[in-house]
């Protein structure tokens, strides 16, 4: 199905659990697209070397700013010239994130969530080691649009934001094929992480459960998502996400019988170990989750001390 839609993958390796990320090229009128970067570090940038020796780049699109998907995009521009477009949220996003004003908050945060200062500062260290993987950033050409038409190889792709895993990320879907490039947006073997990172969107949870559920309406038929193998089947995936979601929020509820800090809350529903990088990202997702209750007027959020605690409405 790649090969008919002329649009190769390149899957560029990730030094964590999840352990690589789908990038694209694809062949167009003037020269080539490229479908997101991979992480800025020595063994990425030898692999786009390899890749787009001979070729005219004229394109990059960034799915959205997390750094696996737009990490290397500075580089790669200065490397080929390409024009680089991605939404305008998910580019003020990857300026913003990793600056040493952002950073110097988390730690506040942190405490506010009930993290023991120790954990937190870890937290703090991992995040700042991030930095490099995404330095030089990407000099943001055009601004990708809600419905906005893209060549992507042998067909045109509507651009459809869908906000949740990030606020501007966007997939790609084109109707005549009913094929979607889906980011993160659906996964096959994963689901998304869904995280408040302490910036954007107040309740990514329900967000991305809309989305999710806007996307249903197209029922696409083969899925090319960013991390895992092509699936058939869009709805079938995105059912199951969404009762994993389900599940997770009575937990989550359940968690907070009594009143809880966030971290209290993590240590109930993620019971089994985890390196710190993967403690951002569980905490992340324990405030999304609970936030998203709270949206929804099923549990209440009072500060004491220096802490926020979730309790029963
Ligand atoms: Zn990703």
Same mark, same amino acid.
């Given at each position: 199905?790649?090969?008919?839609?002329?649009?190769?993958?390149?899957?560029?390796?990730?030094?964590?659990?999840?352990?690589?990320?789908?990038?694209?090229?694809?062949?167009?009128?003037?020269?080539?697209?490229?479908?997101?970067?991979?992480?800025?570090?020595?063994?990425? &940038?030898?692999?786009?070397?390899?890749?787009?020796?001979?070729?005219?780049?004229?394109?990059?699109?960034?799915?959205?700013?997390?750094?696996?998907?737009?990490? $290397?995009?500075?580089?790669?521009?200065? #490397?080929?010239?390409?024009?680089?477009?991605?939404?305008?949220?998910? &580019?003020?996003?990857?300026?913003?994130?990793?600056?040493?004003?952002?950073?110097?908050?988390?730690?506040?945060?942190?405490?506010?969530?009930?993290?023991?200062?120790?954990?937190?500062?870890?937290?703090?260290?991992?995040?700042?080691?991030? #930095?490099?993987?995404?330095?030089?950033?990407?000099?943001?050409?055009?601004?990708?649009?809600?419905?906005?038409?893209?060549?992507?190889?042998?067909?045109? $792709?509507?651009?459809?934001?869908?906000?949740?895993?990030?606020?501007?990320?966007?997939?790609?879907?084109?109707?005549?094929?009913?094929?979607?490039?889906?980011?993160?947006?659906?996964?096959?073997?994963?689901?998304?992480?869904?995280?408040?990172?302490?910036?954007?969107?107040?309740n990514p949870l329900k967000s991305y459960l809309t989305s999710l559920k806007d996307m #249903?309406?197209?029922? &696409?038929? $083969?899925?090319?998502?960013?991390?895992?193998?092509?699936?058939?089947? &869009?709805?079938?995936?995105?059912?199951?996400?969404?009762?994993?979601?389900?599940?997770?929020?009575?937990?989550?509820?359940?968690?907070?019988?009594?009143?809880?800090?966030?971290?209290?809350?993590?240590?109930?529903?993620?019971?089994?170990?985890?390196?710190?990088?993967?403690?951002?990202?569980?905490?992340?997702?324990?405030?999304?989750?609970?936030?998203?209750?709270?949206?929804?007027?099923?549990?209440?959020?009072?500060?004491?001390?220096?802490?926020?605690?979730?309790?029963? #409405?």
């Amino acid at each position: 199905m790649l090969e008919q839609l002329a649009i190769t993958p390149i899957k560029v390796d990730l030094p964590f659990r999840l352990n690589h990320v789908n990038c694209f090229m694809a062949e167009g009128e003037n020269g080539w697209t490229i479908i997101d970067a991979g992480l800025n570090n020595a063994y990425t &940038a030898k692999l786009w070397e390899e890749q787009i020796e001979g070729k005219e780049i004229t394109d990059l699109f960034i799915t959205h700013y997390h750094p696996d998907h737009f990490g $290397y995009a500075g580089s790669l521009q200065q #490397k080929t010239g390409a024009q680089v477009s991605m939404s305008k949220i998910d &580019a003020d996003a990857g300026f913003n994130a990793w600056t040493d004003e952002f950073i110097g908050t988390l730690l506040g945060n942190y405490e506010l969530s009930g993290i023991p200062d120790a954990i937190g500062r870890q937290m703090m260290e991992n995040t700042d080691t991030f #930095k490099s993987l995404i330095m030089p950033t990407p000099r943001v050409d055009h601004f990708f649009v809600e419905g906005e038409k893209v060549p992507i190889g042998r067909y045109e $792709y509507e651009v459809i934001l869908t906000p949740g895993h990030s606020e501007g990320m966007v997939c790609f879907y084109n109707d005549e094929t009913k094929v979607l490039l889906s980011a993160d947006h659906i996964l096959p073997r994963i689901t998304p992480n869904i995280s408040y990172w302490y910036h954007g969107d107040d309740n990514p949870l329900k967000s991305y459960l809309t989305s999710l559920k806007d996307m #249903k309406k197209l029922d &696409a038929q $083969y899925v090319i998502p960013s991390h895992g193998k092509p699936f058939y089947g &869009a709805n079938k995936r995105i059912d199951e996400i969404i009762a994993h979601h389900d599940e997770r929020l009575a937990e989550t509820k359940k968690a907070i019988q009594e009143e809880s800090t966030v971290y209290e809350v993590f240590k109930r529903l993620f019971e089994w170990e985890l390196t710190i990088h993967e403690t951002r990202f569980a905490v992340g997702e324990t405030l999304a989750h609970l936030e998203y209750l709270r949206h929804a007027g099923e549990c209440r959020r009072e500060k004491k001390g220096n802490e926020w605690i979730y309790l029963p #409405k």
